[in-house]
């Protein structure tokens, strides 16, 4: 049984920041369905003063008798940098802190301020982070404030894509990948090696379309879906188009429900309205019937349970003394066979690395050269120029002693080749 279906219950409202319009779609959220219960389209809000397009959104609301309601905010996606880390091994109370040591090193904008945020993804040990100007955070807050429309959440379209597919079990099975977005289209995609991706197409949308298979390892005849598809399927009104409101359906779904997949708030903590507590009572009503249930069930046969606690205790204590000897000699062995594997690992290093070198050199053939070659413990980064820098990924990965390897930053061209610059992990082969 899907929990997270059963708690599919609330309203919300997404809207998502164009250039220079604002998306606006409103959701009833039920389990096992959706209804969209209305849209709306704010034109050219940057050249109009605020209270006039905000008075435009409060009739909206308040035909639908939503003004109760905070919305889910998308900021524009060419105005977020979205980086997956990998924090393999941190433990969840030091994530915050294993971020901020690398946000620095993931945009652009030199001293310039940045905001960014973050949040774990599940089942893996990968960390979606999102980097924004301070600027551009401010700038929108102040606009929703000057337009009088309350605001939960700024978040990012991946975030609501990720949360939205999950709500009702749409998600496509295994590693997919989809595009759309109307009329600044995006690419979304989750495969083992991407638990999350997410890019603007640009100018060059087929390019673009084939350069983001290639980072999920999609097969060359992998279906690629409309964002549209991935989404529950909605009742809705006539004149509602479900390709061009995708990502603000997407995040109204996000709002409406209590318990997101993820979770990325850019929004200044004093600046989040919260909507009306009404919407928790079906939740909550449920959530009590589950209880008294549960509760009843395990009422049964309590004083056998407490009477074979209370035996078990007793074989504990008499015990303990020997377990708690066998431990301290269990951590003893432990710490001296650390000292082993570091001793081995030194000695291998300086083979393994040389391993690496050979196997680059053996899988970039001519006319592919390199300029640069940077190696650490565990990552290679690559720069130099090829005919096709797409497949290199691949081949990188067929290699036992690569993986997870990764274009960093755009590739480039220069006269008939392709100029490149890709990270990849080196395998522990000497531990």
């Given at each position: ?14 809207i ?19 209804k969209v ?12 003063p ?13 035909r639908?008798?939503?003004n ?5 905010v998308l900021?524009?996606?060419?105005e ?16 915050a802190?294993?971020v901020?040591?690398q946000?620095d090193?993931?945009h ?6 940045v905001?960014y ?6 089942a893996s040990?990968a960390?979606?982070?999102?980097i ?11 606009l929703?404030?000057e ?11 991946p ?7 999950r ?5 496509p099975?295994?590693a ?10 995006e ?16 100018e060059a ?7 983001a298979a ?8 992998s279906?690629?879906y ?5 989404l529950p399927?909605?009742v809705?009104p ?18 409406a429900?209590p318990?997101?997949a ?9 600046f989040?309205?919260?909507g009306?507590?009404?919407r928790?009572?079906?939740t909550a009503a ?11 069930l ?15 205790r007793?074989e ?6 020997a ?8 951590k ?5 066979r650390?000292?082993?594997r ?21 899988l970039?053939?001519?006319?592919a050269w390199l300029?640069?070659l940077e190696?650490d413990?565990r ?9 096709q ?8 990965d ?10 960093v930053?755009?590739i ?13 992990f080196?395998?522990e082969?000497f531990?």
């Amino acid at each position: 049984m899907n929990i997270r279906r059963l708690a599919a219950l609330g309203t919300g409202i997404g809207i998502r920041v164009l250039e220079h319009d604002l998306e606006v779609t409103a959701v009833r959220l039920r389990p096992g369905r959706a209804k969209v219960l209305g849209w709306l389209k704010i034109a050219g809000f940057k050249e109009r003063p605020a209270a006039e397009w905000g008075a435009e959104y409060a009739d909206f609301t308040r035909r639908l008798h939503l003004n109760y309601l905070a919305a889910t905010v998308l900021l524009p996606r060419r105005e977020v940098i979205v980086r997956l880390l990998d924090l393999p091994g941190v433990e969840k109370q030091d994530l915050a802190s294993a971020v901020a040591l690398q946000i620095d090193s993931f945009h652009p904008y030199g001293e310039e301020e940045v905001d960014y945020g973050w949040t774990p993804v599940p089942a893996s040990s990968a960390v979606l982070t999102a980097i924004v100007r301070r600027e551009v955070i401010e700038r929108h807050t102040r606009l929703f404030l000057e337009a009088g429309i309350k605001v939960a959440t700024f978040s990012i379209s991946p975030v609501a894509l990720y949360s939205a597919v999950r709500l009702l079990d749409t998600r496509p099975e295994g590693a997919f990948l989809a595009i759309g977005g109307g009329p600044e289209p995006e690419a979304y995609g989750e495969s083992p090696a991407r638990p999350v991706f997410s890019a603007l197409l640009g100018e060059a949308p087929e390019r673009a379309t084939a350069l983001a298979a290639a980072e999920l390892r999609l097969e060359s005849d992998s279906q690629v879906y409309r964002l549209e598809q991935l989404l529950p399927p909605a009742v809705a009104p006539a004149d509602f188009d479900p390709a061009a409101s995708a990502l603000s359906y997407a995040a109204a779904l996000a709002g409406a429900c209590p318990w997101p997949a993820l979770r990325v708030n850019m929004l200044p903590a004093e600046f989040r309205s919260a909507g009306s507590r009404w919407r928790f009572i079906p939740t909550a009503a449920l959530g009590t019937a589950a209880l008294v249930l549960v509760t009843a069930l395990g009422a049964y046969g309590r004083y056998e349970e407490r009477h074979r606690m209370e035996l078990l205790r007793a074989e504990i204590a008499r015990y303990e003394p020997a377990a708690r000897k066998a431990a301290e000699t269990e951590k003893a062995i432990e710490r001296a066979r650390a000292r082993i594997r570091f001793l081995y690992r030194f000695h291998g290093r300086t083979r393994a690395s040389l391993e690496c070198l050979e196997a680059i050199t053996t899988l970039l053939e001519p006319p592919a050269w390199l300029n640069s070659l940077e190696m650490d413990d565990r990552t290679i980064t690559l720069s130099g120029q090829a005919e096709q820098a797409a497949p290199l990924l691949k081949l990188l990965d067929s290699s036992p002693l690569f993986r997870d390897s990764e274009f960093v930053g755009a590739i480039g061209k220069a006269g008939k080749q392709e100029t490149f610059r890709i990270r990849t992990f080196r395998e522990e082969v000497f531990e």
